[in-house]
């Protein structure tokens, strides 16, 4: 199979059939033998409903649907399971990403050797203040920490070679910094492309304020999970060892203290306290580093989902 189309959805009933038809229309003219999942995360319009008429006349298109909503990163990640292209491509189902992207993102994969192409919406239709201008710090913030250029990490139209979406697990909300976890999964050929941002035509925005405030937490996930989270103990351990070892010294330079003067005060000076403090956090982290290492070491997998069906997978 030539390519892959994973699109995870919420409440979008109004846009698939237009959608469909022009990613019908896209794979036709170019003879790519493709599948579209649409992965519904729990909707509570009639998307399922449409999904499945949808089915009934393209057997092309498949369809995931989550018992309750579990958000954008689950829905890729039961698509990128379920893929069977040698190229996957996602995006969103409100239409403001265009299909016609789709050739050249797949040559970008197969011609180019790129592991990931993700888009760049240059001109945006948002607005200004509530999605650009805290999207560029984000995006900037990303960039910093993670070492890859890219200007639109949380574009929704990327492109991967199978092995990609088969190596990584995408969890939590971590949709936004995919290409991080590519990264931190060995593959570092990660490339851009500038594509359309088009007026969203049907439905609202399903993302609130909060996303900002996840966006950030997340990358710091991101940036610990990719140095320490094989390795846990390398993170409390030198820490827990830092601590442990300033304490222990503060100890040793009051007790010396009241070795040259016995009358010395050991308890009425703040050092003291600061010792014993910080000793018992050295103890806390190097606790926190061995709990590290028995979870890594023990872990069956985070990304369980209830799906309540499934159509033509």
């Known amino acids: 199979m030539d390519i892959s189309v994973v699109i995870p959805l919420l409440n979008e009933d109004e846009s698939l059939p237009e959608l469909t038809a022009w990613i019908e229309r896209v794979m036709q003219e170019h003879q790519y033998s493709y599948e579209v999942i649409y992965v519904d995360d729990g909707s509570t319009d009639n998307?399922?409903?449409?999904?499945?008429?949808?089915?009934?006349?393209?057997?092309?298109?498949?369809g995931i649907k989550f018992q309750r909503n579990y958000g954008k990163s689950a829905g890729l990640n039961e698509g990128f399971r379920a893929?069977?292209?040698?190229?996957?491509?996602?995006?969103?189902?409100?239409?403001?990403?265009?299909?016609?992207?789709?050739?050249?993102l797949r040559r970008m994969i197969i011609e180019d050797k790129f592991d990931l192409v993700s888009g760049w919406k240059k001109k945006r239709y948002d607005n200004k203040f509530t999605k650009n201008l805290p999207s560029k710090l984000f995006n900037a913030a990303a960039r910093q920490m993670s070492g890859i250029i890219l200007h639109d990490f949380n574009?929704?139209?990327?492109?991967?070679?199978?092995?990609?979406?088969?190596?990584?697990?995408v969890y939590g909300e971590m949709h936004r910094y995919v290409p991080v976890l590519a990264k931190?999964?060995?593959?570092?050929?990660?490339?851009?492309?500038?594509?359309?941002?088009?007026?969203?035509?049907?439905?609202?925005?399903?993302?609130?304020?909060?996303?900002?405030?996840?966006?950030?937490?997340?990358?710091?996930?991101?940036?610990?999970?990719?140095?320490?989270?094989?390795?846990?103990?390398?993170?409390?351990?030198?820490?827990?060892?830092?601590?442990?070892?300033?304490?222990?010294?503060?100890?040793?330079?009051l007790f010396i203290s009241k070795l040259i003067n016995y009358e010395y005060p050991l308890t009425n000076k703040?050092?003291?306290?600061?010792?014993?403090a910080a000793m018992l956090i050295g103890v806390q982290l190097f606790l926190a580093g061995f709990l590290g290492?028995?979870?890594?070491?023990?872990?069956?997998?985070?990304?369980?989902?209830?799906?309540?069906?499934?159509?033509?997978?």
């Open 83 to 104: 893929a069977q292209g040698d190229v996957i491509i996602t995006m969103d189902a409100d239409l403001q990403d265009s299909p016609d992207e789709i050739p050249e």
């Open 155 to 169: 574009c929704g139209l990327k492109s991967y070679s199978r092995k990609v979406v088969k190596s990584i697990e």
């Open 47 to 62: 998307s399922w409903s449409v999904i499945e008429e949808l089915r009934a006349k393209n057997h092309h298109i498949k």
């Open 293 to 313: 290492e028995l979870i890594s070491r023990n872990s069956a997998g985070r990304n369980s989902y209830l799906i309540e069906t499934k159509a033509g997978l």
């Open 270 to 276: 703040p050092g003291f306290y600061f010792a014993i």
């Open 184 to 253: 931190w999964a060995g593959f570092r050929k990660i490339g851009e492309k500038v594509v359309e941002h088009r007026p969203r035509k049907y439905g609202v925005s399903k993302f609130g304020w909060d996303r900002f405030i996840n966006g950030f937490l997340d990358l710091l996930t991101i940036f610990f999970m990719g140095k320490f989270g094989k390795r846990p103990m390398h993170f409390f351990g030198f820490w827990g060892t830092m601590s442990f070892l300033l304490g222990t010294g503060v100890s040793l330079y």
